[in-house]
């Protein structure tokens, strides 16, 4: 049996882990943050209609540019986002890496600020650049003067900031936006993967853009569109950025059915995003329930809650999955991380964690 050691593999790449969350098949599939609502039954008609006409020009490579797509996404976004300042790929971690590809790489640094999207790290490290890491505040928070002494400390090309925060569903105020801006003259990018779910008065990092040539504010279909088996991520910049990360994207990287799949989905705009409203009920749900059952979750503007006082994450996780509920253990001490799922799953979650119990003494 050949193994890792065995290959001429890149140094840097050596005793490094893939992205991992369990794929485990659960009746209850409340870990990796997806839209358990599913696509409704008339967008997947349109859908398909959509995917049954860009079946016949397979035989021709997609509009590299995806331009209708992009139009769709400009309209979808609003805040005056033009096309020309829209960029996508398959999922956001495409979008993260096209921006690491084109702003990091060998010699250069990202700080970003844990615990955060294991993916930031993961793409920094496989295009070369430097992770650095900055400190949070009390309670995952990151305040203006905090972002600023962490950019001051560590000097990096790029600031990776995430609002709200997976996996601790923290919001992220734009005055720290703001302050990570002025500090630094790299690139700040903000991945608002969970931006639809933030509380309704929040204001939208997308009305930074204007006069910030070097901010990028990425966003994905995965979670409130429940689309995230479709792989379309997105994000909105300068023009001048999306030109950058044409350099280093594949050519035709979307292909003619995302590009349809994705059209006719945001065709349906207010319809997908009709669950948000009722994910983000059960999400304050699970948060004043969990106190009952002894367990001390943290504020989410997300579509999940990572919640303390587990005296053994692993045991918990896996009593959980006996009963056919599978939430994600993200090796936090004493934490586990749930979705909130439709009503239905959030019942069965509650009720399966009651049976569990766990909850440190
Ligand atoms: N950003 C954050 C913060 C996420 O949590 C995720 C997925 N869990 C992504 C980006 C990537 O999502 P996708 O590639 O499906 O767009």
């Known amino acids: 049996m ?11 790449l050596r005793g490094r882990q893939p992205y991992g969350a369990p794929q485990r098949p659960a009746r209850v599939a409340l870990n990796v ?34 331009t209708a797509l992009r139009e769709s996404l400009a309209r979808y976004l609003g805040h005056g986002v033009q096309v020309e300042q829209v960029w996508a790929g398959n999922g956001s971690n495409e979008v993260i890496q096209h921006v ?4 990091g790489g060998p010699a250069r640094s990202v700080l970003g600020f844990p615990p955060t999207y294991s993916m930031h790290s993961i793409l920094a490290g496989s295009t ?72 309704t008065d929040h204001e939208n990092a997308l009305t930074l853009l204007p006069g910030r040539e070097r901010l990028i504010v990425s966003r994905t279909m995965s979670k409130a569109f429940a689309f995230a088996g479709a792989r379309v991520g997105y994000m909105a910049a ?8 044409r350099l280093v994207r594949l050519p035709y990287h979307l292909s003619s059915l995302t590009q349809a799949a994705a059209i006719a989905a ?7 995003l009709a669950r948000v409203d009722e994910i983000k009920e059960q999400r304050d749900r699970i948060e004043r329930e969990l106190p009952e059952l002894g367990f001390s979750p943290w504020p989410s503007e997300a579509n999940f809650v990572l919640f303390g ?3 053994d994450p692993a045991r918990t996780w896996s009593e959980l999955l006996e009963r056919d509920v599978l939430v994600r253990n993200l090796s936090i001490p004493h934490t586990l991380r749930v979705s909130a799922g439709t009503e239905a799953e959030t019942s069965e979650f509650l009720s399966a964690l009651a049976e569990v119990g766990g909850a440190a003494a």
């Open 33 to 66: 943050n997806e839209n358990t609502h599913g696509v409704p039954e008339d967008v997947a008609e349109d859908i398909v209609a959509a995917l049954r006409e860009a079946v016949t020009t397979l035989h021709r490579y997609p509009d590299r540019e995806f």
């Open 2 to 12: 050949t193994s890792l050691a065995d290959l001429p593999l890149r140094e840097d």
């Open 309 to 311: 006082g587990v005296a």
């Open 128 to 199: 070369g650049t430097r992770w650095v890491e900055g400190e949070r505040d009390e309670g995952f928070e990151i305040s203006p003067e905090t972002v600023v002494r962490e950019i001051e400390r560590t000097r990096p090309d790029l600031v990776f900031l995430c609002g709200p925060n997976n996996p601790t569903g923290t919001g992220l105020g734009l005055d720290t936006i703001r302050a990570a801006y002025e500090a630094t003259d790299g690139i700040v990018f903000v991945d608002a993967a969970y931006a639809e779910f933030m509380p």
């Open 266 to 272: 945001l065709a349906h705009t207010g319809e997908m």
């Open 238 to 245: 300068d023009p001048a950025v999306v030109d950058a990360l």
């Open 100 to 103: 690491l590809q084109a702003f």
